[in-house]
């Protein structure tokens, strides 16, 4: 069998969204797996909407999410020559042929069938004119006047469309550039395309590109057309369900291997297995298991399972993500050595680098804010005196060794009479501002002895007789 060759041929008339994101990772995946080629072209003719910003801005959010590919990228708007020696070939063979019907007329007909209850479609008067190139023609292809267009689709089953309800698609404009579908079908036959894999928003688009393979007389590529990703009210995802852009995804802090999780299991399954690794995915992808029914985007399993990939992940790869928040939020951040403990005690709890950010913000300054609550009830004239305990047990000792900070807290128990709970609280509040931090003893090993102690006697002093 010859090399599987895949392609993502956006168009660059917005950012890289999430739909067009799972269809670039199934095409780029289904590749891998197959050990065949991954293509990536931009389909930029619609030269009012295609943007340059755009084109960027899909390549970096490629980039970002690590899906390489093999060849492109490629720009229709280069290969305008290859297409027209193609629109040569189809009117010589005799496949398409020149229509000089004027926009006016084809409206008058066009509303004449709709009145009368036609289909409004091409009515084929030039078809059989073998009228010559003028400077007014389009050019039109043959379609078949009866029968179907039926193929096999790996998701969808045989799909069947009848020719009747097609007229004569117009493959080049009197201007002499070549229409979507033509230009479509070109790049895929001669850039070795033999699997297609695209939103089925795409099904109607087929049987046309059909009639044009098979009047080049070439093999058609396998189809699987994927069900759209919904929202959560089941409509098509948009601006409405909160951010669709993949960059924006990376500026809000999930990392892109769990946005790849995420969307490849939007729509594909492999037991109930929910986490994956990009390596694991490569392996396993297939186009048997691609969902029927359409994925519903859920924004809250997408951050749990961001948390998983935090949770996974080496604290060195975390490393610059967390920094790039970090700074965002005006931090400034230490060494190597202070960061990575940082990031050690917030991976366990944190869904977003961005919220990584947040939380390690007490480890980069000594101004501690208290949160009213927290204080209210932890930094009490009671507790003053528990804190005073916890200074002085800590005093000189190696915090770096936890289980000497733990021997160090029991001291303080059997001093206050209190239970653990009791004496990390008001302990965590003097260090962080607030009752939810990483583990009190881990936390203590990163902040140091000195730092911690100077901030519980701080907090000493702020408290109220
Ligand atoms: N350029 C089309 C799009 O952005 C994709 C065409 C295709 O996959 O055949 O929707």
């Not at 020559?81 to 398409?96: D, M, N, R």
């Not at 260090?431 to 100077?454: K, Q």
């Amino acid at each position: 069998m010859a090399a599987i060759v895949t392609r993502f041929p956006p168009s660059p008339t917005g950012a890289l969204h999430l739909g067009g994101a799972r269809t670039a990772l199934f095409n780029w995946l289904y590749a891998r797996r197959m050990g065949g080629r991954f293509i990536f072209r931009l389909e930029d003719t619609d030269v009012e909407r295609s943007k340059q910003e755009y084109t960027d801005s899909i390549i970096e959010a490629m980039k970002w999410l690590g899906v390489d590919w093999d060849d492109g990228p490629f720009y229709q708007s280069k290969r305008t020559e290859i297409y027209l020696s193609f629109i040569e070939k189809l009117v010589q063979t005799g496949k398409a042929y020149y229509c000089t019907c004027s926009q006016q007329t084809l409206e008058e007909k066009r509303e004449q069938a709709l009145k009368t209850g036609g289909k409004p479609k091409y009515d084929g008067l030039c078809r059989e004119k073998g009228l010559p190139k003028t400077a007014d023609a389009v050019v039109r292809l043959k379609t078949p006047l009866a029968g179907k267009v039926v193929f096999d689709d790996a998701v969808k089953g045989t799909v069947a469309f009848s020719n009747e309800e097609l007229d004569d698609l117009v493959i080049c404009r009197s201007d002499g550039t070549p229409t979507y579908h033509l230009a479509v079908v070109v790049d895929d036959i001669t850039m070795g395309v033999n699997t297609v894999i695209r939103g089925d928003d795409h099904l109607s688009n087929t049987p046309r590109q059909i009639h044009i393979y098979q009047a080049l007389g070439e093999p058609l590529p396998l189809y699987a057309h994927v069900p759209m990703v919904l929202g959560p009210d089941k409509k098509r995802l948009s601006k409405r369900h909160g951010a669709r852009s993949v960059l924006e995804y990376r500026d809000m802090g999930i990392l892109p291997q769990a946005l790849i999780n995420f969307l490849v299991r939007l729509g594909w399954s492999c037991g109930d297995q929910e986490f994956f690794t990009a390596n694991e995915l490569k392996e396993k992808f297939n186009l048997e298991s691609i969902g029927r029914s359409a994925g519903v985007f859920d924004p809250q399993k997408l951050l749990d399972i961001n948390g998983d990939h935090i949770r996974a992940a080496k604290v060195e790869d975390l490393l610059d993500g967390f920094r790039t928040f970090a700074s965002k939020q005006g931090l400034a951040t230490k060494d190597d050595t202070f960061d990575l403990a940082v990031i050690e005690t917030l991976k366990i709890r944190a869904k977003t680098l961005e919220e990584m950010a947040q939380k390690a913000a007490f480890y980069y300054t000594d101004k501690v804010d208290y949160e009213q609550k927290a204080s209210e009830k932890f930094l009490t004239p009671q507790n003053r005196p528990v804190l005073e305990a916890v200074v002085e047990a800590l005093d000189g000792l190696d915090v770096s060794d936890l289980k000497a900070q733990e021997a160090a807290f029991e001291k303080v128990m059997e001093k206050t009479g209190l239970g653990f709970g009791k004496i990390a609280q008001p302990v965590r509040v003097a260090l962080t501002g607030s009752t939810a931090s990483p583990g009190l003893f881990e936390m203590i090993a990163v902040l140091g002895g000195e730092t911690t102690i100077r901030r519980i006697n701080d907090t000493i002093g702020q408290i109220k007789a």
